[in-house]
C-alpha cells in the first residue's frame, strides 16, 4: 500500500518535472534556420532582418495573407533518427510586449510567446530539411522568428531535445495596407450599402403598405 503510493507519488514528480522542461535545457541551440520568402510569387533569401522599427523598417520582409505569400524555412542540425522537428512561430518584443496571451515563459510548454502549443507544423526529420509555410488568415499583423524545437519519439509529455531559432524577422502586414484606392471603393460601399437598404425599407413601408 505505502509503496504503492510512494510509487505514484514519483511518478507524478517524473511528470512535473518533464511539464516543466525550460529553454535553458535545450540551449545552446544546434539547429540554425534559414528564412526565404515568397512575395507576390517572387522569391528571395534576404540577409537576416534582426535590427528593426516596424513603421521605418527597409530589411523587414512583409507578408501578405489575402496575397498567399509564404516562408519557407531551411533547417540545419544533427540528425537523431525515431525524433521528429516541430515549427512554430514566435511574437518580436515589440509584437509580445503588454500582451499577457503573447507572454515569454522559459517554461516551454507554458510559453506564449512563442506557438509552442500549437506548432505551424511537426514531424518533420531531425537533420536537414525545409518546409514551406502560407499563413493562414487568422495571422495578427504582428512582427515575427520562427522557433524549431526537435521533439523526443514517444515522450509524453512531450519533452524536447534540442532547438533553434531563425535570427531574422518577418512582418504580417495588415489588410489596410492594400492600396488606398482599393480600400476607399470599399469604404464607399460600405458607407452607401446600408443608406440603400434604409431608403429600401422606408419605400417599402410608405408605398408599398397594404
Ligand atoms: C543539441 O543540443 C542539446 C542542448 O545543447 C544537447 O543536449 C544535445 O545533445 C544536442 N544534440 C546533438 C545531437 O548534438
Ligand atoms: C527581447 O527581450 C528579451 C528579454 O527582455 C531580451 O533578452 C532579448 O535580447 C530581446 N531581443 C531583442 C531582439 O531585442
Given amino acids: ?29 544546434n539547429y540554425t534556420l534559414t528564412l526565404s520568402f515568397t512575395l507576390d510569387g517572387v522569391t528571395t533569401t534576404p540577409a537576416p532582418c534582426t535590427q528593426f522599427d516596424p513603421s521605418t523598417s527597409t530589411c523587414l520582409p512583409q507578408g501578405s495573407v489575402p496575397d498567399g505569400d509564404s516562408i519557407t524555412i531551411a533547417y540545419s542540425g544533427p540528425a537523431t ?5 516541430s515549427l512554430m512561430f514566435c511574437y518580436s518584443n515589440t509584437s509580445s510586449v503588454n500582451r499577457a496571451w503573447r507572454k515569454y515563459n522559459a517554461v516551454i510548454s507554458e510559453d506564449k510567446k512563442c506557438n509552442v502549443a500549437k506548432p505551424f507544423k511537426t514531424g518533420l526529420p531531425t537533420g536537414e530539411g525545409s518546409f514551406k509555410w502560407t499563413p493562414g488568415p487568422n495571422s495578427a499583423p504582428s512582427t515575427y522568428q520562427i522557433q524549431l524545437l526537435e521533439v523526443v519519439a514517444g515522450s509524453d509529455p512531450t519533452t524536447y531535445a534540442a532547438s533553434g531559432k ?24 460600405c458607407t452607401v450599402g446600408p443608406i440603400t437598404l434604409a ?6 413601408k410608405i408605398y408599398k403598405k397594404d
Fill in 199 to 204: 431608403g429600401f425599407f422606408t419605400y417599402e
Fill in 166 to 189: 531563425s535570427e531574422g524577422y518577418y512582418q504580417i502586414i495588415p489588410i489596410d495596407s492594400r492600396p488606398t484606392w482599393l480600400m476607399a471603393l470599399v469604404g464607399v460601399f
Fill in 81 to 85: 533518427p525515431g525524433n521528429t522537428v
Fill in 1 to 29: 500500500m505505502l509503496r504503492a503510493s510512494l510509487l505514484l507519488a514519483l511518478l507524478g514528480l517524473c511528470s512535473l518535472a518533464a511539464a516543466q522542461q525550460t529553454y535553458s535545457s535545450v540551449q545552446p541551440s
